[in-house]
């Protein structure tokens, strides 16, 4: 007997063979996007737009919970609004599209070029804070018009350089909140709560764990006071940022012209918030759950929960078969998961085990066989996706209906407690600077893809420290973790990088 | 006993004095947007993007429910892909808003400028045919991949010169359904079909009687081998198109390369339809519905159902109600109209008869005041935004719960009926052409903003009469009615600018 093959894997090549290449072929395999022949824009295909419709239900539902009311704003936003905030402007001003010209007519060369030149160049909106200040500032007269708060779900643009389907594309879609209050206490109680929402979002519905905590000066949104966000490890233990909430203090407001009149008839600016969470998430779920033989769906989330597979070799199996398929996924379909009834789908195509295969590598948490003997055994074949591919149990059929849901949310926590556990292990405690540098430098046996993770590290405050740490290893500081976001010792100690006392450990990592 | 006053009205001026004029203040005053300091766009506020969404749910039920699942395309596309199709390009390129530029930087005077040139300019969408064409060409490689049925949601911008709200905004919201087909029957089976869905939404969601037509050679969409459209007349006795689907015939399938193999493996190209509704359907739904006190919104498509008014005037009184008030909300949100649960405002404000006002203004179906005396009667006092605002009747609170959604339904259908009756009065077979002239010419004694109507005459197909009537009258060809979409004489006559032979009556009209 020679040595045990490695079992064959529907993803080529594999997370350990080349990580950047097996995303984008999970991304291909799983039929969720594609990119487009517009330069760093991509083509969200129907299961991955599904995906996203179901985690805006999530989200928008959340939010209305909390008061807020979406509205619409413009795409566009005139140079001089992007202008009035100047980090703002500085920080988005290298990557935007500009609108110059309102309409095409024949050149000299007989194809069609811009013609109608605006007086004022029009920004695609890269964030909205200038263009809802705007409204705000109209809106708001009065204490007693406060708090405002308003979300919108739309598109926005920033011309990316280096670009990757849902992780970092030029256009994208997200939700940006944005808030007035009369008070700074009440606008940084809604920032941190907006942050709790998108913890919840990221681990009881995505199964993704995140560490809660605030950006450094270094990092933080483009005109903002305080950057909260949720960081969430990718397997390739490099950190993705699932959510921010800023807190504006009165920047946006003096800029915006967002004024109130108090109680005591004193005019005030107000103090605002915002928060964004987008299509990225869709990239942190990939990159999260996925495996070598595509992605796995968390089934609060998924487009459908269970794909049933009927099994007929001719036309009198399938009358039989047919019949209990179509029954099974009727009784499936009066029952709810979370506030979506069970989504099923019934897939005839006769292409043997591609069609199996198909499901797989799109993730969907439930496959289940259905053919004659199943049928005579008044059963159903049932395979889960968070396991591997060839177990299958038979489970009796009204079983498997009573029992579906507690299934669901078995997969549900099994991928959560899974992503959990590789956080744990690939963060680590480090107070050596030698150590530091070596455990974010591959060595040679490691593929430099992967490697590192999350180290808690003193830092003492200065720019300067977080500079260097990512001039020499590329790593940053994806947050100062928020009192008890993480359970190891987070009190004072010596800076990683220059030895000066810190007050707390931070989270040092590579990140996309 | 002098001469009776009118009724002082909500909104000034009446539509009566000046229907523009008018329309912009029902806007203002029911909240549901306003103008934005970008040129042509429009900011939906809370109150009109929730009628937005609960029209987006309604017809994204309706598209599922045939088959159609959502997807993402890009908002940008190159200038060579509008391109391919001439008709097309040709009716899109007056009114693009072109990208020239993806960076911002210093310029001579210290301002920033646009920089980074685009090699190809790209054009922000203005409908999507060529770039989902693109992917359509892609995706289908045999007969076996047909049908593919895609609708979008999206933004996309038309550069229109004169705009007004909703009616004609140079960004506007919309879905655009785009699907292709093997055969050229079923796709013209789907153009149909799609426009029994805006049928649908418009008669029994919106409350807007529609004619279902074909639009003439010269009305169809800019690329388009047919174009059906369903339309309705607006108070001023203009029409409004309320939905249009598009058989692309093998136009665009040729411009996108979108082939199949049939089954005898021969290339084919595939046959192709588009259909689209947008945010023109909320300014569709004022001035159908509108009156001098605001709006009136249908109960299917509300953002809320009712308000619940307390009226106390002290705190003991408040201790009093208030329990009352949260006790009949809770008890209506647990019943459901149509696919929503019934959406319950409480206003607390302490504003005297403006309260009521603001909701008579913002169409709410139901306006339940309720103070210790009704409390006393187990009763609650009830105003419908159908009637005359002082008619209000005393109903006791079971009878109310019990029969909420009765109600609701008698306001819906008591608008349909309304707008059916003014568009019938207003709606002429018309056979002489003097009479059709003086019909649509305002008389001495008219408003000139409001006059004429429908006018149902017969058009003998040349482009030369229909061009005559539009520059002598500003009057153009609505449709040509689908056989059954009226009940008038419509068999064949004489061509009310020609007198030749003409098969049928067609809807003149003049138009937004």
Same mark, same amino acid.
């Given at each position: 007997?020679?040595?045990?093959?490695?079992?064959?894997?529907?993803?080529?090549?594999?997370?350990?063979?080349?990580?950047?290449?097996?995303?984008?072929?999970?991304? &291909?395999?799983?039929?969720? +996007?594609?990119?487009?022949?517009?330069?760093?824009?991509?083509?969200?295909?129907?299961? =991955?737009?599904?995906?996203?419709?179901?985690?805006?239900?999530?989200?928008?539902?959340?939010?209305?919970?909390?008061?807020? &009311?979406?509205?619409?704003?413009?795409? *566009?936003?005139?140079?001089?609004?992007?202008?009035?905030?100047?980090?703002?402007?500085?920080?988005?001003?290298?990557?935007?599209?500009?609108?110059?010209?309102?309409?095409?007519?024949?050149?000299?060369?007989?194809?069609?070029?811009?013609?109608?030149?605006?007086?004022?160049?029009?920004?695609?909106?890269?964030?909205?804070?200038?263009?809802?200040?705007?409204?705000?500032?109209?809106?708001?007269?009065?204490?007693?018009?406060?708090?405002?708060?308003?979300?919108?779900?739309?598109?926005?643009?920033?011309?990316?350089?280096?670009?990757?389907?849902?992780?970092?594309?030029?256009?994208?879609?997200?939700?940006?909140?944005?808030?007035?209050?009369?008070?700074?206490?009440?606008?940084?109680?809604?920032?941190?709560? /907006?942050?709790?929402?998108?913890?919840?979002?990221?681990?009881?519905?995505?199964?993704?764990?995140?560490?809660?905590?605030?950006?450094?000066?270094?990092?933080? *949104?483009?005109?903002?006071?305080?950057?909260?966000?949720?960081?969430?490890?990718?397997?390739?233990?490099?950190?993705?940022?699932?959510?921010?909430?800023?807190?504006?203090?009165?920047?946006?407001?003096?800029?915006?012209?967002?004024?109130?009149?108090?109680?005591?008839?004193?005019?005030?600016?107000?103090?605002?918030?915002?928060?964004?969470?987008?299509?990225?998430?869709?990239?942190?779920?990939? /990159?999260?759950?996925?495996?070598?033989?595509?992605?796995?769906?968390?089934?609060?989330?998924?487009? +459908?929960?269970?794909?049933?597979?009927?099994?007929?070799?001719?036309?009198?199996?399938?009358?039989?078969?047919?019949?209990?398929?179509?029954?099974?996924?009727?009784?499936?379909?009066?029952?709810?998961?979370?506030?979506?009834?069970?989504?099923?789908?019934?897939?005839?195509?006769?292409?043997?085990?591609?069609?199996?295969?198909?499901?797989? &590598?799109?993730?969907?948490?439930?496959?289940?066989?259905?053919?004659?003997?199943?049928?005579?055994?008044?059963?159903?074949?049932?395979?889960?996706?968070?396991?591997?591919?060839?177990?299958?149990?038979?489970?009796?059929?009204?079983?498997?209906?009573?029992?579906?849901?507690?299934?669901?949310?078995?997969?549900?926590?099994?991928?959560?407690?899974?992503?959990?556990?590789?956080?744990?292990?690939?963060?680590?405690?480090?107070?050596?600077? &030698?150590?530091?540098?070596?455990? *974010?430098?591959?060595?040679?046996?490691?593929?430099?893809?992967?490697?590192?993770?999350?180290?808690?590290?003193?830092?003492?405050?200065?720019?300067?420290?977080?500079?260097?740490?990512?001039?020499?290893?590329?790593?940053?500081?994806?947050?100062?973790?928020?009192? =008890?976001?993480?359970?190891?010792?987070?009190?004072?100690?010596?800076?990683?990088?220059?030895?000066?006392?810190?007050?707390?450990?931070?989270?040092?990592?590579?990140?996309?």
């Amino acid at each position: 007997m020679g040595k045990q093959q490695n079992p064959k894997t529907a993803i080529s090549p594999t997370r350990e063979e080349d990580y950047s290449e097996w995303y984008q072929q999970v991304v &291909k395999a799983s039929d969720l +996007a594609e990119k487009s022949p517009v330069r760093g824009c991509m083509v969200i295909k129907p299961w =991955g737009y599904s995906l996203w419709e179901n985690i805006v239900k999530e989200l928008d539902a959340m939010f209305k919970a909390t008061g807020v &009311k979406n509205a619409y704003f413009p795409l *566009f936003i005139p140079l001089s609004f992007l202008e009035k905030e100047a980090e703002h402007i500085e920080g988005f001003a290298k990557e935007c599209a500009v609108v110059t010209h309102h309409r095409l007519e024949k050149g000299p060369e007989g194809g069609l070029v811009p013609a109608g030149p605006l007086t004022e160049p029009l920004v695609v909106r890269p964030t909205s804070e200038t263009i809802i200040g705007d409204s705000f500032s109209k809106w708001i007269n009065s204490y007693r018009d406060l708090p405002v708060l308003i979300n919108q779900w739309a598109n926005v643009v920033r011309w990316e350089m280096r670009t990757r389907v849902f992780l970092r594309t030029s256009e994208f879609l997200w939700q940006e909140g944005h808030t007035a209050h009369a008070t700074e206490e009440e606008a940084l109680a809604r920032t941190r709560m /907006m942050l709790d929402v998108y913890t919840e979002l990221a681990e009881k519905h995505l199964a993704i764990p995140v560490i809660k905590g605030r950006k450094t000066a270094g990092e933080r *949104f483009p005109g903002a006071v305080d950057t909260l966000c949720v960081e969430a490890m990718m397997q390739d233990r490099r950190a993705l940022q699932a959510g921010t909430s800023h807190f504006l203090g009165q920047n946006f407001a003096r800029a915006s012209g967002i004024r109130y009149q108090d109680a005591n008839e004193e005019e005030q600016f107000a103090w605002t918030t915002s928060w964004g969470a987008s299509t990225r998430l869709i990239g942190g779920l990939i /990159m999260t759950h996925g495996d070598d033989n595509g992605i796995l769906l968390p089934p609060r989330v998924a487009p +459908a929960h269970v794909v049933l597979l009927p099994i007929a070799r001719n036309a009198e199996e399938s009358a039989l078969v047919m019949p209990y398929v179509d029954s099974l996924a009727g009784a499936l379909r009066e029952k709810h998961y979370g506030r979506r009834p069970i989504e099923v789908e019934i897939d005839t195509r006769d292409i043997g085990g591609a069609r199996g295969w198909d499901w797989i &590598k799109k993730g969907i948490p439930l496959r289940v066989e259905i053919g004659p003997r199943d049928i005579a055994a008044e059963s159903v074949f049932v395979g889960r996706r968070d396991r591997d591919h060839r177990e299958k149990v038979s489970v009796k059929r009204g079983r498997f209906i009573a029992e579906i849901t507690d299934i669901l949310d078995s997969i549900q926590n099994a991928l959560f407690d899974r992503a959990l556990a590789f956080q744990k292990a690939h963060t680590t405690v480090m107070d050596e600077k &030698k150590s530091f540098y070596d455990y *974010f430098t591959p060595s040679d046996k490691e593929k430099p893809e992967i490697h590192g993770g999350f180290a808690l590290s003193h830092w003492c405050g200065d720019a300067a420290c977080e500079t260097a740490i990512k001039e020499d290893l590329g790593v940053t500081i994806r947050c100062i973790p928020l009192p =008890g976001a993480l359970q190891d010792d987070m009190g004072p100690g010596g800076c990683i990088a220059c030895g000066k006392p810190s007050p707390q450990r931070v989270v040092f990592a590579k990140a996309y």
